[in-house]
């Protein structure tokens, strides 16, 4: 069975750019968050989804905004590119929506901003 | 939110060496996880361990959950354990906001 998988896995935008990642879950489960880790730091929580509606929302701005389709799979959008948001884009996936299930995680997207 | 430290920061070893990771969380849990993070960037889930011990080969962890830490125990460690470990809590009940430490960085050195 296919793990969690992210596209794309590199690129490189300009400031002011937009930006989608997208990422497909473990086959069966339902939620899908992401998370940004900038260099040296660990992972920070951006969004949940579960059942196509958003769980939960870390402290990130507007620019920052997912949706889950109805094969749950989801994309990440950010708009109006910043330096600051140059770091590797981790989504995970779990069979349910509560923080007691497990996390598996995709290998991620790293995004660089010039 | 919940707070998530790591100690040590930074750990080599000598190969065949054993070491113990800690991780304190500033609050009761309903998700710990310990991560493998190679790298290459990829976060390898360890162990699921919100409370009581678990084994797996060279890998064992522990969940005092009443005392709010967990440990992370490597024998016989080898060059394929080297990366950043991390330590990622939850408490935030019907939903999940995991909240990861600063990780403890490990060189095995043949």
């Known amino acids: 069975d296919a793990g969690v998988t992210q596209s794309p896995t590199h690129l490189i935008k300009t400031r002011g750019q937009q930006v989608t990642l997208r990422c497909s879950p473990i086959?069966?489960?339902?939620?899908v968050s992401w998370y940004q880790q900038v260099l040296g730091q660990g992972p920070q929580f951006i969004f949940q989804y579960y059942e196509k509606e958003e769980r939960g929302r870390g402290n990130f701005p507007d620019r920052f905004s997912a949706r889950q389709f109805p094969n749950y799979s989801s994309e990440l959008n950010v708009n109006a590119l910043l330096l600051g948001d140059s770091a590797l884009y981790l989504c995970?996936?779990?069979?349910?929506?509560?923080?007691?299930?497990?996390?598996?995680f995709g290998a991620g997207s790293r995004l660089t901003v010039l | 939110g919940i707070q998530v430290e790591q100690s040590p920061p930074d750990l080599i070893l000598q190969e065949g060496a054993n070491s113990t990771l800690r991780c304190n969380f500033s609050d009761s849990v309903n998700n710990l996880q310990w991560f493998h993070q190679n790298p290459w960037g990829q976060l390898i889930n360890l162990f699921y361990i919100p409370s009581g011990t678990k084994q797996n080969g060279r890998l064992s962890a522990t969940t005092v959950a009443t005392e709010r830490y967990s440990l992370l125990y490597i024998s016989s460690s080898q060059t394929t354990d080297s990366g950043v470990y991390f330590c990622a809590a939850d408490n935030s009940g019907g939903y999940q906001k995991v909240t990861f430490g600063t990780g403890t960085k490990l060189q095995v050195i043949p």
């Open positions: 995970a996936s779990s069979f349910g929506g509560s923080g007691a299930n497990v996390l598996t």
């Open positions: 086959s069966g489960h339902k939620s």
